[in-house]
Each structure stands twice: as structure tokens, then as C-alpha cells.
């Protein structure tokens, strides 16, 4: 399956979010995905890093800035300077102070906390941010936030501690346990976790809302310690009601279980057995 | 991979869904059974199939704990048509 299906899907997820109005763009993959799904309408850069696409993937500096981030209609240039960034940001937050439309906003975190705090931007409805270990004070502003960002362990520590805000993590990364477990330590919240992990052949993916959580391995070797994140999870979350896995293309199910586990029977299965078919 | 070994832990666990390129339907009772067996909350487990063609989802077979470890599999005719398909070819290039 092409990659870009894999992004697709996981924005498929965010229709589900109503008022997303913006999308991490830390993935030239993501880029047809996000141009055309009509939830998002913004985009909002959270960091100068992520116009070049870098590392993310192989085909990024084949794909033109201006069709990569088409609905970016203030672009960013990453040959600005510091100072000249920041005069972009005083710009761009005057133009939202005095009603001008302004689509989208370019965020980097450091300067979201100087420039956004202020609830008088109505046009800010969710923001996405690289490093939420830096920005609770916006969520509590907001309080409808993306969280992009590629550490797991700087995840959600903050974030937990604000009850009445509804988090969307996007997380762009290396996805681990850790990142449950700092879920598990604010206790079960109203918490949607979109993860998209990059690796050499594949792209996980794992949605974490409530105590329902979806995860997605690919191919590739970042999938092959599924069963220990399977292990940690359940130790993490032994409350879990639902789960959605979606198993890695190269992935079967055992045939034989050894004398530890259930004797399966297939006789006790009720199934049509004239389609058993072993292929 | 031991993932159904694995998804033994989750005791609790009441719904699951497995998206699958593993079409086999021997293995897929095997695991269902052995889930059922072991998750003693599980009510229902569907195992999908992920298409080429888009966020599109098959659903292969829905997975009903009856009572104890009886649990009934049903599938669907996406799945049946598509071992069929593959069983045919199979004979042709035999």
C-alpha cells in the first residue's frame, strides 16, 4: 500500500474532529493528504524544520514547496533570519489583532507562547505546536490543541494535569510505550493520540481516545516489536475495552499454540468449514 | 510476533478489531478460539482486510463469544469470494 494511503487514513481519523483547523506538517507524506481533506482548512507551521521536510522522507526534495503547502498562503521562508522571523510573527499577530484574515498562521513554539496567549485571536481554534513541555499555558488558552511533536517522553505530562481541556495529540515520531505511560499517570481522559511514525519501509500509526486505542504496524523494522508494545500497553492500560490492531501486511496468525496457551479445538469453532481453505 | 499471546494480557477487553492481511480462515479460528479462551470479557472481534483502495475496509469475519469458549465466526462473502478467487487461480496454475 502506498504510504500516502497510510497518511490518508489517519486523516480519514481527524474527520471525526470536528473543529480541527489545522495540521502538523512535519511530513512531505501527509502533504496530498492534508490538501485535500476539507476539514482542514489552516495549516500552521510549527517550526522552520518542517518546511524542508528533511528526514521524514526520501521523495521530499522532490515535491515543490508551493504544491506541498498549498493551502499555506503566507509562507514561511527558511532563510529568514531570527530577526526577521520574529518581525513575520509581529506581523502575522497584529494582522489578527485588527480582524485581518490571516490563512494560516506560521507557529513556532517558542514564539507561540510570546505572540498567541492572547485570548483576542479568534481565528486560533486549535494550534499546533512541536514541544507541548512548553506551551501549557497556550492550552489553557485554547484548550484545543495538537501536539506534534517527535519525543514521546515529552508527551502529555503537562497536558494531563488541565482536566477540562480535550487534548489531540498529533504525534510525529517514534512511537514507544512511554508515551502510555504518560497517558496512564493523568488517568483516563478524554485523549485522541494520532501517531504517525516514519521508518524505513512503513508508517504506524496509534489512536488513543479514552480507553480505546487503535494502533497500526506496517511492514518494516520498526514493526517487529509489536508484541512487546503489546505487552506494555497491556500493563499500562489494563482497563482497555476496545482495541483496534492493524497488524503488519507480513503478519500471520499462529497455527499451533504450544502447551502454555489455549488447546484450540477446531471442532468448538462454529464456522463454514466447506470455505476452510488454507493458503 | 506472539501478538495473540500478547492480546491475551488484555483481560478486560471487551471489543477488538484486527486488520489483517492474513486471509487464512484455520488460522483465524484458531486465534479466535484461543482469544476467547483467554479474555474472558471479549464479546466481539472483528477481523478486517485493508483494501488498495483507499481507507476502505473489508470485513473478513466477525468473531461472537457465545458462551464459555464457544464462539461463532461468521464471514462474510468479501472473504469467501476472495479464497474462491484465490483457490482458482491456484488451480489454473496448477
Redesign the interface.
Known amino acids: 500500500m502506498p504510504r500516502i494511503l497510510e497518511v490518508m487514513q489517519i486523516c480519514s481519523h481527524l474527520h471525526t474532529l470536528k473543529d480541527i483547523h489545522g495540521f502538523f506538517v512535519g511530513d512531505s507524506a501527509l502533504v496530498d493528504a492534508i490538501n485535500s481533506h476539507p476539514a482542514i482548512q489552516k495549516v500552521w507551521i510549527t517550526h522552520p524544520e518542517h518546511m524542508r521536510f528533511p528526514e521524514t522522507s526520501p521523495s521530499a526534495s522532490a515535491v515543490p514547496q508551493a504544491n506541498v503547502l498549498r493551502k499555506l498562503k503566507c509562507a514561511y521562508n527558511p532563510e529568514l533570519s531570527p530577526r526577521e522571523f520574529h518581525e513575520t510573527f509581529e506581523t502575522l499577530r497584529l494582522m489578527l489583532l485588527h480582524g485581518m484574515q490571516v490563512d494560516p498562521l506560521i507557529l513556532s513554539t517558542r514564539l507561540a507562547s510570546r505572540y498567541l496567549l492572547s485570548p483576542s485571536l479568534p481565528q486560533v481554534q486549535a494550534l499546533v505546536v512541536h514541544r507541548c513541555d512548553q506551551v501549557t499555558d497556550i492550552v489553557r488558552q485554547l484548550g484545543d490543541v495538537l501536539v506534534a511533536q517527535r519525543s514521546p517522553a515529552l508527551v502529555g505530562l503537562e497536558l494531563l494535569d488541565m482536566p477540562q481541556t480535550t487534548f489531540r495529540l498529533v504525534h510525529s515520531g517514534h512511537v514507544t510505550p512511554p508515551i502510555l505511560s504518560t497517558f496512564e499517570m493523568g488517568g483516563p481522559r478524554d485523549i485522541s493520540v494520532f501517531s504517525v511514525t516514519s521508518s524505513e519501509n512503513g508508517v504506524r500509526k496509534m489512536v488513543c481516545r479514552k480507553l480505546v486505542l487503535s494502533l497500526a504496524l506496517v511492514d518494516g523494522p520498526a514493526s517487529t516489536n509489536l508484541s512487546d508494545i503489546l505487552d506494555e500497553i497491556s500493563s499500562t492500560l489494563p482497563d482497555l475495552k476496545e482495541l483496534s490492531l492493524r497488524l503488519p501486511s507480513n503478519f500471520r496468525f499462529p497455527e499451533v499454540y504450544d502447551a502454555n496457551w489455549s488447546i484450540v479445538t477446531p471442532t468448538q469453532v462454529s464456522a463454514p468449514q466447506t470455505h476452510m481453505l488454507q493458503l | ?7 491475551h ?26 482469544l476467547a ?2 479474555v474472558p470479557r471479549l464479546e466481539i472481534a472483528r477481523v478486517e482486510q ?1 483494501t ?1 483502495f ?2 476502505q475496509i473489508m470485513e473478513l469475519c466477525v468473531i461472537r463469544k457465545n458462551s464459555g ?7 462474510t462473502d468479501d ?2 469470494a476472495w ?1 474462491d478467487k ?2 482458482g487461480n491456484a488451480e489454473r496454475s496448477a
Not at chain 2, 10 to 22: N, Q, V, W
Open positions: 510476533m506472539d501478538i495473540v499471546r500478547s492480546l494480557m488484555f483481560r478486560e477487553l471487551e471489543r477488538l478489531t484486527l486488520i489483517t492481511a492474513d486471509l487464512s480462515i484455520p488460522r483465524i479460528q484458531a486465534m479466535a478460539l484461543s479462551q483467554s485493508m488498495n483507499g481507507d469458549v464457544d464462539v461463532d465466526v461468521s464471514y472473504i469467501i479464497q484465490l483457490k
